[in-house]
């Protein structure tokens, strides 16, 4: 069930980024690109400082809730949640009044920025996405954030034909279809039963997300900072391009975050029975096949991705496509750990997430610091990008080989095949394309020629296997996908499933 579930959510999630990118594609038509620098970096700001709406405390309540059966205890559980995300609102509010006279986000109105924040408070003030995958039910996350991106670029499109297209459109934007979300969601668990917090989940909350206090706050931070550094140290056309290219990086980040909160309940339920054999399995099959889709990605951005950003919006953006090739080498690293970690985090062992967390975090910090200054390697916009992946490899380098002695998370080698056969393919497609010029109608053409070959020449060097085929022809299964569907829709007298 749970592959199925992965499968909707997977789906799911390639709707909301298809519908991201038209998004983004009507933002860069309609407004200047200045415009979008301003957007992006009022945005980055917001992020930084949402640490404290999350601290580990998602974690904490996915957990815990997947290792009650009894009802009582469940919504003692989301009662629990609820309280601490109304304090942590609280705190978050109260940070950005602080912080807004302070930094120089903007240079024109300050009010922009006031309203900015109103709106933001009905997307940071939500625990809906923890409450619907407290229990898999990934439809109506899927909904609700297709929902959110078609209301925005609908509105987008209907209000730039009444009102003057700049930024003040985008903070009426960001009001409106944040308290629209907010609405859908609160529909969606209206049912769902909230008890008083009691005190010994109080303290499993906390005793669990402590760790996570110091490192996701570096990691909200940090995964921010470098908007803020290349918005004082380079123009705002650079900033637009950068991103961009880290938007569409974060669309990647959206499916394997999404799959992380649906293992880390089934994870979780496995420890407390004793199976940790069994979550070992799913890992290894997890970066296998995860591995398998990512790389031949990697090297499809690395060949098109400059051309189409350049055909989509222009020359101003030619920069975003060669910014994203240094953020998407992240993702070989994170197909082969990112489960590893949910792991981890199911067995409690947060303290030595958190300590390998804080040293990648703190070196990406200097890194970016060194690469993007003008005053010392001054390599401006790829400086940023470059930075988290210095960062990320030095720190797996280290920390692989401890997880494997300590817990038997081994490492899947196969990637070492994977980028071999993609490579190959990547250096005859540049041949190919140095000898001929084609249009850009036909890149696809070519990708899909591309991935074809990989997956062939992978099944020769058994890279996969029929029993793989039958794995996956399983969660295709309409059968199975209907009957989960039609499930997770019908609330039985408690309003749950």
Same mark, same amino acid.
Request: hydrophobic share 60%; net charge positive.
């Given at each position: 069930m749970d592959s199925t579930k992965i499968f909707l959510l997977f789906v799911g999630n390639i709707i909301h980024i298809a519908l991201s990118f038209l998004f983004f594609y009507s933002i860069r038509l309609i407004f200047d690109i200045e415009v979008v620098g301003y957007y992006g970096t009022i945005l980055s700001f917001f992020t930084a400082i949402s640490f404290v709406n999350d601290l580990g405390l998602q974690l904490a309540y996915l957990k815990f809730f997947s290792e009650s059966d009894d009802p009582s205890?469940? !919504?003692?559980? =989301? @009662?629990?949640?609820? @309280?601490?995300? %109304?304090?942590?609102? @609280?705190?978050?509010?109260? %940070?950005?009044?602080?912080?807004?006279?302070? %930094?120089?986000? &903007?240079?024109?109105?300050?009010?922009?920025?006031? /309203?900015?924040?109103? @709106?933001?408070?009905?997307?940071?003030?939500? #625990? #809906?996405?923890?409450?619907? *995958?407290?229990? $898999?039910?990934?439809? $109506? $996350? !899927? %909904?609700?954030?297709? #929902? &959110?991106?078609?209301? $925005?670029?609908?509105?987008?499109?209907?209000?730039?034909? #009444?009102?003057?297209?700049?930024?003040?459109?985008?903070? =009426?934007?960001?009001?409106? !279809? =944040?308290?629209? &979300? /907010?609405?859908?969601?609160?529909? *969606?668990?209206r049912k769902k039963k909230f008890s008083k917090p009691n005190k010994l989940l109080i303290h499993k909350f906390m005793k669990f997300s402590l760790p996570f206090f110091l490192t996701n706050s570096l990691i909200f931070i940090v995964n921010n900072i470098d908007m803020l550094l290349i918005n004082s140290w380079a123009n705002i056309n650079d900033v637009a391009n950068y991103f961009t290219a880290k938007q569409f990086f974060l669309y990647f980040l959206i499916i394997t975050s999404s799959i992380s909160n649906i293992l880390i309940t089934t994870f979780s339920k496995n420890v407390g029975e004793g199976r940790i054999n069994s979550n070992i399995t799913i890992i290894n099959y997890t970066h296998k096949i995860l591995n398998l889709i990512i790389i031949p990605i990697i090297f499809l951005i690395f060949l098109y991705a400059t051309d189409f950003f350049v055909f989509i919006f222009g020359e101003e953006y030619r920069q975003t496509g060669q910014i994203l090739n240094f953020f998407v080498i992240l993702?070989?690293?994170l197909s082969l750990d990112f489960v590893n970690i949910v792991h981890l985090q199911a067995l409690e062992e947060v303290k030595f997430v958190a300590k390998f967390s804080v040293i990648e975090n703190t070196l990406s910090v200097i890194f970016m610091v060194l690469f993007i200054s003008p005053d010392i390697f001054n390599l401006g916009v790829f400086g940023g990008a470059l930075a988290y992946v210095i960062a990320k490899i030095l720190i797996q380098i280290i920390y692989r080989p401890i997880a494997y002695k300590k817990f038997n998370l081994g490492f899947h080698w196969g990637v070492i095949r994977n980028l071999i056969i993609m490579a190959g393919i990547y250096l005859i497609q540049l041949w190919i394309n140095s000898i001929f010029t084609y249009p850009v109608y036909l890149i696809p053409i070519f990708g899909l020629i591309d991935i074809t070959l990989y997956l062939l020449i992978s099944y020769v060097f058994k890279g996969f296997s029929k029993q793989d085929f039958k794995f996956i022809f399983t969660i295709f299964n309409f059968k199975n996908i209907y009957n989960t569907i039609s499930l997770e829709m019908k609330e039985d007298e408690r309003g749950e499933l």
């Open positions: 205890n469940q !919504s003692s559980c =989301n @009662g629990t949640f609820l @309280g601490f995300r %109304i304090v942590q609102i @609280g705190i978050y509010v109260v %940070i950005a009044l602080i912080l807004i006279p302070v %930094i120089p986000i &903007y240079p024109g109105d300050i009010a922009v920025v006031y /309203f900015f924040l109103l @709106g933001t408070i009905f997307l940071r003030v939500g #625990f #809906f996405d923890q409450v619907l *995958f407290s229990r $898999k039910e990934v439809v $109506k $996350k !899927s %909904i609700s954030s297709i #929902f &959110y991106v078609s209301l $925005k670029t609908a509105l987008l499109i209907l209000l730039a034909v #009444f009102y003057e297209n700049d930024i003040w459109l985008l903070v =009426n934007l960001v009001l409106i !279809s =944040n308290s629209a &979300y /907010f609405v859908l969601n609160y529909f *969606f668990i993702l070989i690293p």
